[in-house]
C-alpha cells in the first residue's frame, strides 16, 4: 500500500513540484497518474522509489517512511519494487536473461531459483526465446518487455512505471498494457504515469490527474480528460 500526506517537494532551484498531496492507493489497484508535462507526474513518482525525497509530509510505501530510508538502504527498499521506465535502462553489454536475472544475483539466490524464475518471467512477457540477445538486438518494444520482466523477476508487491510507452508505437504500446494488465490481474499494483489518451479511456482504471504540483482529479476507471 502507498500513503502519502501533505506531501511537498521543492527542488533546490525553488521550484515547488509538488505542493501538497494526500493520496492512499490500496495494494492490487492499477492507478494511471496523467497532467500536462511540468505538472509534478514524474516527481510524484519518483518518490516512490525514493529518487527523489520529499521537503516535507510523509510517504509510506508497504509500511515503509521512504523520507526516513538511509541511502545505504535505498538499494534494499527497492528490491521490493518494480520500476520500469520510458528508456528501458537495461545494461547494454548484457544478454537479455542475465538483464532480468541480475536482480536475483544480487541478492544470492540459489542459481537453480534463479534460472527457473528468470525463465519463468521471460515467459510472461514471451521473450524465452531470445534470452541470449543483447538489447540493442531487440526492437523497441521488445526491450521494454525485458525491463518489465526484470521489475517483476523479485515479486514485487508494487511496480512504478515512469511512460513506459512513450517510446513505442501504438501497436506495441497496447502489447506492453496487456503485459501491465496480466501483472495487476495476479494482484501486483501498478501507479503508471502516462500520456497515451487511447489506453487510459480504453482500459479503464483509477486516473490521478496532477496539475500544478496537487491532484486535480481522482476518479475510479476515469478519463484521460486532457486533448493531448
Ligand atoms: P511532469 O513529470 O509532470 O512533467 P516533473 O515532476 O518532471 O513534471 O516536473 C515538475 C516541475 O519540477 C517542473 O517545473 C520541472 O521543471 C521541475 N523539476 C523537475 N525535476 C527537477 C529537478 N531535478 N530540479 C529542479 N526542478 C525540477
Ligand atoms: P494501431 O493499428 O493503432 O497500431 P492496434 O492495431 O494495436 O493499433 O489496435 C487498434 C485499436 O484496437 C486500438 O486503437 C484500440 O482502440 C484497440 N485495441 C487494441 N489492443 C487493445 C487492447 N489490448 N485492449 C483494448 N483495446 C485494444
Redesign the pocket.
Known amino acids: 500500500m502507498i500513503e502519502m500526506q501533505d506531501v511537498f517537494k521543492k527542488y533546490p532551484n525553488g521550484v515547488t513540484a509538488i505542493n501538497g498531496i494526500d493520496v492512499r492507493i490500496n495494494q492490487g489497484e492499477f492507478v494511471y497518474v496523467v497532467g500536462p508535462s511540468g505538472a509534478g507526474k514524474s516527481t510524484f513518482i519518483k518518490m516512490m522509489y525514493r529518487e527523489e525525497v520529499p521537503t516535507s509530509g510523509t510517504i509510506t510505501m508497504n509500511g515503509v517512511n521512504v523520507a526516513k530510508i538511509k541511502n545505504k538502504k535505498v538499494p534494499i527498499f527497492r528490491r521490493n519494487l518494480g520500476v520500469v521506465f520510458q528508456d528501458f535502462k537495461l545494461l547494454p553489454t548484457k544478454t537479455v536473461y542475465e538483464n532480468v536475472a541480475f536482480a536475483l544475483e544480487v541478492i544470492e539466490a540459489q542459481p537453480k531459483f534463479i534460472k527457473k524464475r528468470v525463465m519463468e518471467v521471460l515467459d510472461l512477457v514471451n521473450l524465452k526465446h531470445k534470452a541470449r540477445m543483447l538489447p540493442t538486438e531487440l526492437s523497441g518494444g521488445e526491450q521494454q518487455r525485458v525491463s518489465i520482466a526484470r521489475s517483476i523477476v523479485n515479486s514485487p508487491k508494487i511496480v512504478i512505471a515512469d511512460e513506459p510507452t512513450g517510446n513505442l508505437?501504438?501497436?506495441?504500446?497496447?502489447?506492453i498494457?496487456?503485459i501491465f494488465?496480466e501483472i495487476n490481474n495476479r494482484g501486483t499494483t501498478i501507479v503508471m504515469a502516462t500520456h497515451n489518451r487511447?489506453?487510459v479511456n480504453?482500459?479503464k482504471h483509477r486516473v490521478i490527474a496532477i496539475e500544478a504540483g496537487k491532484i486535480a482529479r481522482d476518479e475510479q476507471r476515469g478519463d484521460y480528460g486532457y486533448e493531448n
Open positions: 508505437d501504438p501497436e506495441t504500446s497496447w502489447e498494457m496487456n494488465e487511447e489506453i480504453t482500459i
